[in-house]
């Protein structure tokens, strides 16, 4: 059965700061990971997505690796700013043969970015 | 880009009544949709798939005569907690997928009293 973890759970940084949010998963046999950020009592935000062929994605100021055979990721914010404060979340695709679509989530980390 | 809408934003309801959340895909035609459930400092949980012409497919432990889903239209998906009970009360997140990307809407939350 897959499990994600995201470690830290809550995290709180100066502005200005670049950071690294963690996500494992436990087997690598995914179809593509994706990072999500959720901000208090809203639904999700789709950041970054990577093909498990893939080995990093970038957007802006926001990096995502990928290492399948270790079964991790990583998000990197680069000068993060006071509006990057939410809660970002992890989920992989598993690799299903009958083509679930189902993802899987981590609990996510809590990001606050002190002004 | 892609934009899906939930009504209600939030409800609080009397235990053991019934209650409606709708999802919407604005601007494109979904054929397949997802209900989550979030607990507070929980992960996502996936409920069900929710498939446009045809039933439900349900996770493990779900009770579908509970939860149930009508995907009656390409745009709109339907999730009914029936006789709800204090332990229902949750944000419930639905998506929908266009091609590979699932979008989501800004959730219900739903208190039962």
């Known amino acids: 059965k897959q499990e994600v973890t995201q470690i830290p759970a809550a995290l709180s940084v100066p502005e200005g700061e670049n950071l690294v949010l963690n996500c494992s998963f436990t087997d690598s046999a995914i179809y593509n990971l994706q990072w999500f950020r959720q901000d208090p009592g809203k639904g999700l935000t789709s950041l970054l997505l990577?093909?498990?062929?893939?080995r990093e994605q970038t957007s802006g100021r926001l990096n995502a690796s990928l290492d399948k055979s270790s079964g991790r990721s990583t998000l990197y914010i680069a000068a993060s700013q006071p509006g990057d404060s939410a809660t970002y979340l992890c989920a992989v695709r598993p690799w299903d043969q009958c083509g679930s679509e189902k993802l899987v989530f981590g609990k996510g980390t809590k990001l606050t970015v002190n002004p | 880009g892609a934009v899906v809408s939930q009504h209600p934003s939030w409800v609080i309801c009397k235990s053991g009544t019934s209650v409606k959340i709708e999802c919407r895909s604005l601007d494109f035609q979904a054929t397949t949709m997802f209900w989550y459930r979030q607990f507070p400092k929980q992960s996502l949980m996936l409920m069900a798939t929710s498939n446009e012409g045809s039933k439900a497919t349900y996770e493990q432990g779900v009770e579908k005569d509970k939860f149930l889903i009508n995907h009656a239209s390409l745009t709109l998906s339907t999730l009914t907690v029936t006789s709800a009970h204090p332990e229902d009360s949750s944000f419930y997140i639905c998506?929908?997928?266009?091609?590979?990307?699932?979008?989501f809407g800004p959730g219900t939350r739903l208190l039962v009293l």
């Open positions: 990577i093909q498990s062929s893939q």
């Open positions: 998506s929908a997928r266009e091609f590979e990307t699932q979008y």
